[in-house]
């Protein structure tokens, strides 16, 4: 199951920042916050990704709590082609199994960008 | 720079018959998962390859198996195909070493 709980549907005006949010009260010393995005049909694009200190790069910026237990996307100025299913994922890094944790999705919040 | 490409596109199978999908991960990358979409859900584990092994295997039955090959393509079979086999199949590469997993875009896989 998910470790994460996010709204299932949000708008934004289009070139006014949309803030995403995430929570992850369960989240382990170990596990990063990653966000992605599936525009309709299509595989989804990865965002961003945190740990403890907010990160920013050319897409988004992720603000995470002090206390880790929630986070924020933000997309500083949405466009329409922002219009997408946003997942917001918890994940430690590597399995003990070897390769890389699974990437684990829930229901994602749809955000519609209106112009 | 190509990034993880899959083919086919879309592929349309009837009831009991086998299909092979196809992955090639972004240059550089040696680890590849891959991941069961049914319509209106999140993406679903299947399993990962890495080193040419299955590392990691989600909730699925044994008609679904894979491959990795040394240039660490992968193949997804899946054989006796059921109407709830029809989905969107992605393929996710990582470099296991800075983790993050980058994804095709996908193959539509129809069942009738």
């Known amino acids: 199951d998910a470790k994460t709980t996010q709204p299932p549907s949000m708008d934004c005006a289009e070139g006014r920042a949309a803030n995403l949010p995430c929570n992850h009260s369960t989240i382990s010393g170990n596990e990063y916050v990653y966000w992605y995005r599936q525009i309709h049909s299509q595989g989804p694009q990865y965002i961003i990704h945190g740990l403890k200190n907010n990160e920013t790069n050319e897409m988004a910026s992720l603000i995470i709590t002090e206390d880790r237990k929630s986070s924020t996307l933000i997309l500083p100025h949405a466009t329409l082609r922002d219009t997408a299913v946003y997942y917001c994922i918890v994940r430690a890094l590597l399995s003990s199994q070897g390769g890389s944790e699974k990437l684990v999705f829930g229901k994602g919040t749809k955000l519609t960008v209106n112009p | 720079d190509a990034g993880v490409t899959q083919s086919p596109t879309h592929l349309i199978k009837t009831r009991g018959q086998q299909v092979t999908l196809r992955c090639s991960p972004k240059?550089?990358?040696?680890?590849v998962s891959w991941y069961q979409q049914a319509l209106g859900q999140g993406p679903q584990f299947i399993f990962q390859y890495y080193e040419e092994e299955e590392r990691q295997r989600g909730n699925f039955p044994d008609r679904f198996s894979g491959h990795q090959f040394p240039n660490y393509s992968s193949e997804l079979n899946v054989n006796a195909l059921l109407l709830g086999d029809s989905a969107l199949y992605l393929c996710?590469?990582?470099?296991?070493?800075?983790?993050?997993?980058?994804f095709g875009p996908g193959t539509r896989l129809t069942v009738l």
């Open positions: 240059s550089g990358h040696d680890t």
């Open positions: 996710a590469s990582s470099l296991v070493i800075t983790d993050t997993q980058y």
